[in-house]
């Protein structure tokens, strides 16, 4: 049970109900006002500001928004699960339930287990959503920012696909730029040097030792036979050779963080014309079938003008039209197409899928694409399709305070395969989360290891294993204990008054309604915070217990206020191990 949305439908019958009785206007949109947790616990269980938010199409009924949440107040008072209702400051409605609300939810957690607040999805209900992430050029390992842009994307989905919408997971292979071509030269030198040259690797190609292995594949393969040949000769076999083994390392690089997509797409694949027009040639041609694409001039760029900058005569698109700064071009100066009309094409693939929502991560540096992009969109499917662009933060690599820079694999950068190595696939992926995709984020290898409060993968994961410890402590105490999710769902819930376990009852009643907010946000850091929250109070009531006997969760004297503490605990174990599996993360029994 989501008691936020539940209460929330309840006052919008109210409202409803009050339209047609010619007490307020008709029509009142709902989801205009929220129910939420109060920021003061004092003041009640639920706090929603409706009264406030129709003020205004209220007033010829209730010249004071104190007068209409009055109303709803008395309205409310009405049903049986609630205790309380008051009008506080201008007009916010504060609502106070029975407790027997609450342990109701509980037996719902107990029972439901990690499944309880699946379905939440709210404004994304029922939508057919693609989440695009990773997406890295294919021309070397992964480093620590794909990281980032992989787990956040990875626990996105996840997070929609728990809220009850469907989801696939999407790659972009970009395989279609120059920098394969560097790439596969970079492969030829390699190549060279397996067949025993004494090779030095020039500046603007890539350097890392990850290239070894795919030269000396190609001299396994080709022999001598490409070494005397012409570039246009070599390029294409050991470009292909080339991709193939490094989508295969970074499929190895997402496997060790547990990630995997249902989709890999090929950037090639939309400049393909064997078959008649590409599939840019088709986008192209259905957006100019809209009048939105013309041959004109660009105004120069403010500032001091780029070296690359040309004023003549493109094809370029209206973005304009759908609230980009200037009209975007398609072909380059030599007739090629444009980064953003292949994008195009791309995007337009997505839309024929059926997707409802499609959401892409990007890294920070592609913050100046997003309009472009979300205007081609809103141009190819006439605004039934959103894009969301999340854009990740760069990731500052540290060790004990210290930048760390360097890897001899990868030439320039630590790769995020020997992050994984180092730290372990938990630490990675909750900390990575742990702070808001669009805010820069240092991770410190020795920190993200701590077995200390400080770190809060640890602080999480340990809560779960402390609690496991009780249930494992509870059975010592009696043998014959049931702890089946049906029994401790039978216990006498009514037992837990103290204020501290109501408190975590009601924390642990507010996950639906996270999920909700985080599934629609597509914020998935949000569950992080959370799940820390509920660790760190239930670490406290755990130290409560130390000072003060009669709270601990396990009391040989009564059976009775044992069984309805460790319904508690599970209820606690199933939230811990839903919000850590949407993130992908562990929730271990025990901590070694």
């Given at each position: 049970?989501?008691?936020?949305?539940?209460?929330?439908?309840?006052?919008?019958?109210?409202l409803?109900?009050?339209?047609?009785?010619?007490?307020?206007?008709?029509?009142?949109?709902?989801?205009?006002?929220?129910?939420?947790?109060?920021?003061?616990?004092?003041?009640?269980?639920?706090?929603?500001?409706?009264?406030?938010?129709f003020?205004?199409?209220?007033?010829?009924?209730?010249?004071?928004?104190?007068?209409?949440?009055?109303?709803?107040?008395?309205?409310?008072?009405?049903?049986?699960?609630?205790?309380?209702?008051?009008?506080?400051?201008?007009?916010?409605?504060?609502?106070?339930?029975?407790t027997?609300?609450f342990a109701?939810?509980?037996?719902?957690?107990?029972?439901?287990?990690?499944?309880?607040?699946?379905?939440?999805?709210?404004?994304?209900?029922?939508?057919k959503?693609n989440?695009?992430?990773?997406?890295?050029?294919?021309?070397?390992?992964?480093?620590?920012?794909?990281?980032?842009?992989a787990?956040f994307?990875?626990?996105?989905?996840?997070?929609?696909?728990?809220?009850?919408?469907?989801?696939t997971?999407?790659?972009?292979?970009?395989?279609?730029?120059?920098?394969?071509?560097?790439?596969?030269?970079?492969?030829?030198?390699?190549?060279?040097?397996?067949?025993?040259?004494?090779?030095?690797?020039?500046?603007?190609?890539?350097?890392?030792?990850?290239?070894?292995?795919?030269?000396?594949?190609?001299?396994?393969k080709?022999?001598?036979?490409?070494?005397?040949?012409?570039?246009?000769?070599?390029?294409?076999?050991v470009?292909?050779?080339?991709?193939?083994?490094?989508?295969?390392m970074?499929?190895?690089?997402?496997?060790?963080?547990?990630?995997?997509?249902?989709?890999?797409f090929?950037?090639?694949s939309?400049?393909?014309?064997?078959?008649?027009?590409?599939?840019?040639?088709?986008?192209?041609?259905?957006?100019?079938?809209?009048?939105?694409?013309?041959?004109?001039?660009?105004?120069?760029?403010?500032?001091?003008?780029?070296?690359?900058?040309?004023?003549r005569?493109?094809?370029?698109?209206?973005?304009?039209?759908?609230?980009?700064?200037?009209?975007?071009?398609?072909?380059k100066?030599?007739?090629a197409?444009?980064?953003?009309?292949?994008?195009?094409?791309?995007?337009?693939?997505?839309?024929e899928?059926?997707?409802?929502v499609?959401?892409?991560v990007?890294?920070?540096?592609?913050?100046?694409?997003?309009?472009?992009?979300s205007?081609?969109?809103?141009?190819?499917?006439?605004?039934?399709?959103?894009?969301?662009?999340?854009?990740?933060?760069?990731?500052?690599?540290?060790?004990?305070?210290?930048?760390?820079k360097?890897?001899?694999?990868?030439?320039?950068?630590?790769?995020?395969?020997?992050?994984?190595?180092?730290v372990?696939?938990d630490?990675?992926?909750?900390?990575?989360?742990?702070?808001?995709n669009?805010?820069?984020?240092?991770?410190?290898?020795?920190?993200?290891?701590?077995?200390?409060?400080?770190?809060?993968?640890?602080?999480?994961?340990?809560?779960?294993?402390?609690?496991?410890?009780v249930?494992r402590?509870?059975?010592?105490?009696?043998?014959d204990?049931?702890?089946?999710?049906?029994r401790?769902?039978?216990?006498?819930?009514?037992?837990?008054?103290?204020?501290?376990?109501?408190?975590?009852?009601?924390?642990?009643?507010?996950?639906?309604?996270?999920?909700?907010?985080?599934?629609?946000?597509?914020?998935p850091?949000?569950v992080?915070?959370?799940?820390?929250?509920?660790?760190s109070?239930?670490?406290?009531?755990?130290?409560?217990?130390?000072?003060?006997?009669?709270l601990?969760?396990?009391?040989?004297?009564?059976?009775?206020l044992?069984?309805?503490?460790l319904?508690?605990?599970?209820?606690?174990?199933?939230?811990?191990?839903?919000?850590?599996?949407?993130?992908?993360?562990?929730?271990?029994?025990?901590?070694?």
């Amino acid at each position: 049970m989501n008691v936020y949305a539940e209460f929330h439908a309840r006052i919008a019958a109210i409202l409803g109900r009050f339209g047609k009785e010619g007490r307020l206007p008709e029509g009142l949109d709902p989801a205009r006002f929220v129910v939420e947790p109060p920021r003061d616990a004092s003041m009640g269980d639920l706090a929603c500001n409706a009264a406030m938010v129709f003020a205004k199409e209220a007033k010829a009924f209730y010249p004071n928004p104190r007068q209409l949440a009055a109303e709803l107040a008395y309205e409310l008072t009405q049903e049986p699960d609630v205790d309380q209702a008051e009008v506080a400051g201008p007009g916010f409605l504060n609502i106070r339930l029975k407790t027997r609300v609450f342990a109701d939810i509980l037996r719902e957690i107990i029972v439901d287990g990690r499944d309880f607040g699946r379905g939440a999805s709210g404004r994304v209900a029922g939508k057919k959503v693609n989440v695009e992430y990773v997406s890295a050029n294919p021309t070397g390992p992964m480093h620590v920012g794909h990281g980032r842009g992989a787990v956040f994307g990875d626990a996105l989905a996840s997070l929609i696909e728990f809220s009850g919408s469907e989801v696939t997971r999407e790659y972009y292979i970009n395989d279609a730029g120059a920098q394969v071509d560097v790439l596969a030269r970079s492969a030829f030198m390699r190549y060279r040097e397996a067949l025993g040259e004494d090779v030095a690797i020039p500046d603007g190609l890539y350097p890392g030792d990850y290239l070894k292995p795919v030269g000396a594949a190609l001299a396994q393969k080709f022999g001598g036979s490409l070494r005397d040949k012409p570039e246009g000769e070599w390029l294409e076999p050991v470009r292909e050779a080339a991709i193939a083994a490094m989508m295969e390392m970074i499929r190895d690089d997402l496997a060790a963080l547990n990630i995997t997509h249902e989709v890999f797409f090929s950037e090639r694949s939309l400049h393909d014309s064997s078959n008649g027009p590409s599939d840019i040639e088709a986008a192209l041609e259905d957006l100019g079938a809209k009048d939105l694409i013309y041959e004109g001039r660009l105004p120069p760029p403010k500032g001091q003008l780029p070296d690359d900058w040309e004023d003549r005569e493109q094809t370029l698109f209206r973005s304009t039209s759908f609230g980009d700064d200037v009209d975007r071009p398609l072909k380059k100066s030599d007739g090629a197409f444009t980064y953003f009309a292949s994008d195009i094409a791309y995007h337009r693939k997505k839309i024929e899928a059926g997707y409802d929502v499609l959401v892409d991560v990007w890294g920070a540096d592609h913050g100046g694409y997003v309009k472009r992009m979300s205007a081609a969109v809103q141009a190819l499917s006439e605004g039934r399709v959103s894009l969301d662009v999340k854009l990740c933060q760069m990731v500052k690599l540290m060790r004990d305070g210290e930048p760390v820079k360097m890897s001899k694999r990868s030439g320039d950068f630590v790769t995020l395969r020997e992050v994984v190595d180092e730290v372990g696939v938990d630490a990675v992926r909750f900390m990575m989360l742990y702070r808001k995709n669009d805010a820069p984020l240092e991770f410190d290898l020795a920190k993200v290891i701590e077995q200390s409060k400080d770190n809060p993968v640890f602080y999480v994961q340990y809560a779960h294993a402390r609690a496991c410890s009780v249930l494992r402590q509870a059975l010592a105490a009696f043998p014959d204990l049931d702890l089946t999710p049906q029994r401790l769902a039978a216990a006498d819930l009514a037992l837990l008054d103290d204020e501290n376990e109501l408190a975590l009852i009601k924390l642990l009643a507010q996950y639906p309604r996270l999920i909700e907010g985080a599934a629609s946000a597509h914020e998935p850091h949000r569950v992080a915070f959370y799940l820390h929250d509920v660790a760190s109070f239930f670490h406290s009531h755990w130290n409560r217990g130390k000072d003060q006997p009669q709270l601990r969760f396990v009391n040989q004297d009564r059976r009775d206020l044992t069984c309805a503490r460790l319904g508690l605990v599970t209820g606690l174990i199933n939230i811990l191990a839903s919000g850590l599996s949407v993130l992908g993360v562990k929730a271990p029994d025990e901590m070694r």
